[in-house]
């Protein structure tokens, strides 16, 4: 008997893994975030399953599910909604069946930035303008963020970020990237990626507050912030040059160097 901590994907059905699908259909006890994971993913569990919405239960009702599920000998599907090591909050499941000495298994997901950036069509590192991506999120009810993870101390990098659970601090988001990414900085608010009832907002940090108060959009939405996606003339990566050189294209083809001072 296993729990599989299952990645559902963003939203759309057919974005889980075949991994996950096919684990969904096959366990007997299944467990879903139904707030944030579509009813038609559970409904491929087998016919007489065991399938529960978690969304009102806490931590040891949910707990107590699996340990009864490893008492009758069946596997669990725990199904969490995009990946479930963003934010899953299954570390805390994982501690409790350690703790009981039952096996577990995460299957990963499609997580929801990565969905949301194949939606409107973005690259999130393009050369010369952004190499790093930061998933981050802000001060909420559910939990502080450590020190040192603060959005002014992240802003220093000028990565392109995704934040997360952070539609209700605008305010402080802006207050917090403004002197370091500028005020014109492009933001681009995605609610809901893959849902029949998607949206995506593109503004800038000046006027993102307004515009989501407009849309009236007030959970489930992730903030890309970053000058990826400004529209401007992209540097081409070298991987594709046809004189740069790798192990799988123009092998023992080198572009002129200076020499090598130590050599």
């Not at 759309?12 to 893994?17: E, G, M, Q, V, Y």
């Not at 978690?54 to 990946?83: F, K």
């Not at 930035?113 to 690259?123: L, M, Q, S, Y």
């Amino acid at each position: 008997m296993s729990v599989y901590f299952i990645g559902a994907g963003p939203g759309a059905p057919d974005l889980i893994t075949v991994r996950g699908q096919k684990l969904i259909q096959s366990c007997m006890t299944c467990l879903y975030a139904g707030s944030l994971v579509p009813k038609e993913i559970v409904e491929q569990a087998p016919k007489n399953a065991l399938v529960m919405d978690t969304a009102p239960m806490h931590l040891e009702e949910i707990v107590a599910q699996m340990l009864e599920a490893h008492e009758r000998g069946e596997d669990v599907a725990r199904v969490h909604s995009g990946d479930p090591s963003i934010y899953g909050a299954i570390g805390e499941q994982m501690q409790a069946l350690k703790l009981a000495n039952i096996p577990f298994e995460i299957i990963p997901g499609v997580p929801a930035f990565a969905a949301a950036a194949a939606k409107i069509g973005a690259e999130l590192t393009l050369p010369g303008i952004a190499q790093t991506i930061i998933i981050t999120r802000t001060q909420g009810k559910a939990s502080d963020m450590p020190k040192g993870e603060e959005l002014a101390t992240l802003a220093q990098s000028g990565a392109t970020l995704a934040i997360h659970l952070s539609i209700r601090n605008l305010s402080h988001i802006k207050r917090e990237l403004t002197p370091f990414y500028g005020g014109d900085c492009p933001v681009v608010i995605a609610y809901r990626a893959t849902w029949p009832d998607e949206k995506f907002i593109h503004t800038n940090l000046d006027e993102m507050a307004k515009k989501v108060r407009e849309q009236k959009i007030t959970r489930t939405a992730l903030i890309f912030v970053g000058r990826v996606f400004e529209d401007q003339k992209i540097t081409p990566s070298s991987l594709y040059d046809s004189d740069f050189a790798h192990i799988l294209r123009n092998q023992g083809k080198k572009r002129d160097r200076a020499p090598d001072p130590g050599s």
